[in-house]
C-alpha cells in the first residue's frame, strides 16, 4: 500500500471510528482487535504496527469538527487507553445533555477534592458534604448517592470502597479544563508524562516529582535500591508488584 493510499480514510477507519463513538473509550488491547478486524472485514491491509497511523488517518479528517481520537494512561494499572475526544467543548459543560446544572456543580466539586488530594481520590463522606455547599439546588443525599452512581456507570469517576477516582475516560476528555482550574496542583508523572494523581511523591522537598504506582512498579522493577529518578534520593515508599492488566479492566 502506498503513503498517499495509506493516509485515505477507507470503509475500515470509518467502521473503527463508528465503534469509538459507540464505546468512547478502550482499551490499547481491544483497539487493536478492532483494527485487525475492520481490516479483515473491509478486504483492507492489516499492519500490527500500524494502529497510531490507521488512527492519525482518521484524526486527520476529525479535525474539522474537533474531534480526536486521544491516547491515555490508566492511573490504576498503567494500561494504555483510546477515547473519542470533543476538543471544542473542554468544560465540564459539554455533559449539560446528560446532567442537571447542580449535578455538574457537584461533579466540578468532587474533581476539586480529588485533584486537591494527596492520593488522587475522594471519599463519598467528603463529596456528601460537598452537596451542602452548592449553589444551586441543593441535592438530596439519596440524590448525591444516585449521582455518583451514574458517573461511575457513565465512566466518568471510579469507585472502590467508598472512595472515588477520576476515571481514564475523565482524565482523557477534561485534561484540558483540569488543567485550567489548578494549575497550580497538578503534576505529570515523571515516566509517562501523563497527568498523575493517584501516584507516589518524592519526599525530598526541593524535588517532589510524581509517579503513577504502575508507573513505580515497572520502573523500580528489579533495582536493588529505588532511588528518585530526578534528584537521585532514596526512593522511601513501597514499590508495588506489576499488575497484569485483565483484557476488560475498569476504565
Same mark, same amino acid.
Given at each position: 500500500?502506498?503513503?498517499?493510499?495509506?493516509?485515505?480514510?477507507?470503509?475500515?477507519?470509518?467502521?473503527?471510528?463508528?465503534?469509538?463513538?459507540?464505546?468512547?473509550?478502550?482499551?490499547?488491547?481491544?483497539?487493536?482487535?478492532?483494527?485487525?478486524?475492520?481490516?479483515?472485514?473491509?478486504?483492507?491491509?492489516?499492519?500490527? @504496527?500500524?494502529?497510531? &497511523?490507521?488512527? *492519525?488517518?482518521? /484524526? =486527520?479528517?476529525?479535525?474539522?469538527?474537533?474531534?480526536?481520537?486521544? #491516547?491515555?494512561?490508566?492511573?490504576?494499572?498503567?494500561?494504555?487507553?483510546?477515547?473519542?475526544?470533543?476538543?471544542?467543548?473542554?468544560?465540564?459543560?459539554?455533559?449539560?445533555?446528560?446532567?442537571?446544572?447542580?449535578?455538574?456543580?457537584?461533579?466540578?466539586?468532587?474533581?476539586?477534592?480529588?485533584?486537591?488530594?494527596? @492520593?488522587?481520590?475522594? &471519599?463519598?463522606? *467528603?463529596?456528601? /458534604? =460537598?452537596?451542602?455547599?452548592?449553589?444551586?439546588?441543593?441535592?438530596? #443525599?439519596?440524590?448525591?448517592?444516585?449521582?455518583?452512581?451514574?458517573?461511575?456507570?457513565?465512566?466518568?469517576?471510579?469507585?472502590?470502597?467508598?472512595?472515588?477516582?477520576?476515571?481514564?475516560?475523565?482524565?482523557?476528555?477534561?485534561?484540558?479544563?483540569?488543567?485550567?482550574?489548578?494549575?497550580?496542583?497538578?503534576?505529570?508523572?515523571?515516566?509517562?508524562?501523563?497527568?498523575?494523581?493517584?501516584?507516589?511523591?518524592?519526599?525530598?522537598?526541593?524535588?517532589?516529582?510524581?509517579?503513577?504506582?504502575?508507573?513505580?512498579?515497572?520502573?523500580?522493577?528489579?533495582?536493588?535500591?529505588?532511588?528518585?529518578?530526578?534528584?537521585?534520593?532514596?526512593?522511601?515508599?513501597?514499590?508495588?508488584?506489576?499488575?497484569?492488566?485483565?483484557?476488560?479492566?475498569?476504565?
Amino acid at each position: 500500500m502506498s503513503r498517499d493510499m495509506s493516509q485515505q480514510m477507507g470503509d475500515s477507519h470509518r467502521r473503527l471510528l463508528q465503534c469509538m463513538m459507540t464505546n468512547g473509550i478502550m482499551d490499547e488491547q481491544r483497539a487493536q482487535t478492532l483494527y485487525k478486524h475492520c481490516c479483515e472485514t473491509q478486504n483492507t491491509q492489516y499492519n500490527a @504496527d500500524q494502529l497510531e &497511523s490507521f488512527i *492519525d488517518t482518521i /484524526n =486527520s479528517k476529525l479535525q474539522p469538527m474537533f474531534m480526536q481520537i486521544r #491516547k491515555g494512561v490508566s492511573e490504576d494499572n498503567g494500561q494504555q487507553y483510546y477515547a473519542l475526544v470533543n476538543m471544542a467543548d473542554t468544560d465540564i459543560t459539554r455533559m449539560s445533555s446528560d446532567y442537571a446544572d447542580n449535578e455538574l456543580e457537584l461533579f466540578r466539586k468532587t474533581i476539586d477534592l480529588i485533584v486537591g488530594s494527596e @492520593d488522587g481520590k475522594a &471519599s463519598s463522606t *467528603d463529596i456528601l /458534604n =460537598s452537596a451542602d455547599t452548592l449553589t444551586s439546588k441543593k441535592l438530596k #443525599k439519596s440524590e448525591t448517592e444516585h449521582l455518583l452512581n451514574r458517573l461511575v456507570h457513565d465512566q466518568w469517576l471510579n469507585e472502590k470502597c467508598g472512595e472515588y477516582t477520576l476515571s481514564t475516560r475523565c482524565i482523557i476528555e477534561m485534561e484540558p479544563y483540569i488543567r485550567t482550574m489548578h494549575q497550580e496542583q497538578v503534576k505529570v508523572c515523571q515516566i509517562c508524562h501523563n497527568i498523575a494523581l493517584q501516584s507516589q511523591i518524592c519526599e525530598n522537598p526541593v524535588c517532589g516529582i510524581k509517579i503513577h504506582t504502575p508507573c513505580v512498579a515497572r520502573y523500580f522493577k528489579g533495582r536493588s535500591e529505588p532511588r528518585c529518578p530526578a534528584c537521585d534520593d532514596f526512593w522511601p515508599h513501597e514499590i508495588p508488584e506489576i499488575r497484569r492488566p485483565r483484557s476488560q479492566s475498569r476504565k
